[in-house]
């Protein structure tokens, strides 16, 4: 028997929330475990189940679910203490990306080095809330800054991670952003509206006292954010800056970024 009519509809009391299909459920098994794997790739080693299950707001037992599942298809791996990394499956994807954008901005990256009198060149490809470095061109310089291939760094006090914020769209860059504090998030906020108008970024002793960066990030085929960043002691940042800035706007440009 059909009781009040004009309250209901297929089955489906109206007013009351549509009950969340597969497809539903699956984007946000999806969107938990991508976000786990981000705080995983940040901390590798360091975060335990009820680390990652306060940072994602997740019951205990979602997040043990969420976590054993990534561990059985190999995205993630635990240690005897309890502590996740980053899972052999997954590095291979990123083992084979690296070379692969390495071989792709080679020749611009040796241009920019050029173009900067023997500056050092890196180069680096966001991962979650880290910028990984998968290649670069050495100073000639007696006094220099180099970083080792292989390493990530922090986007909220990198030139190359700000500059790969403001390469996201308004959307991505702020569910990035809103996981800082409320000051860093703020500065965040704006310094991505002033790359997002210049073109570059900067970290002026930021990440490491005594050297300054500049930046540029865009994306490219594949979906990758690739961002070039010239590192120097900041005595000797300030008095090349423009050239730094004109070799990397220059960069900019290289079809590289369209292969």
Known sequence: MIRNAEHYSGGVPLGEPTPPTNRDEGIQVLRRAAAALDEIAAEPGRLRLVDLGERLGLAKSTARRLLVGLVEVGLA?????????????????????????????????????????????????LRGQRMWFVDQIESSHRLRAV??????????????????????????????????????????????AEIRRTGIA?????????????????????????????????????????????????????PAWTR
């Open 77 to 125: 791996g635990v240690d005897s203490q309890g502590h996740f990394s980053l899972g052999e499956r997954l590095l291979g994807f990123g083992s084979a990306a690296g070379p692969h954008v390495s071989a792709m901005f080679r020749p611009t990256i040796e241009r920019v080095a050029r173009a900067t009198d023997g500056e050092t060149v890196d180069l680096s490809v």
């Open 147 to 192: 970083s080792a291939v292989g390493v990530r760094f922090p986007l909220e006090v990198t030139a190359n991670g700000k500059a790969a914020l403001a390469a996201l769209g308004d959307a991505e860059a702020e569910a990035v952003i809103s996981r800082f504090s409320s000051p860093v998030a703020d500065r965040l906020r704006r310094e991505t």
């Open 202 to 254: 900067f970290d002026r002793g930021e990440h490491t006292p005594g050297i300054s960066a500049a930046a540029i990030a865009r994306r490219t085929l594949g979906d990758n954010v690739v961002a070039i960043s010239v590192p120097a002691p900041t005595e000797r940042f300030l008095e090349k800056e423009q050239r730094i800035l004109a070799a990397l706007r220059t960069a900019a440009d290289s």
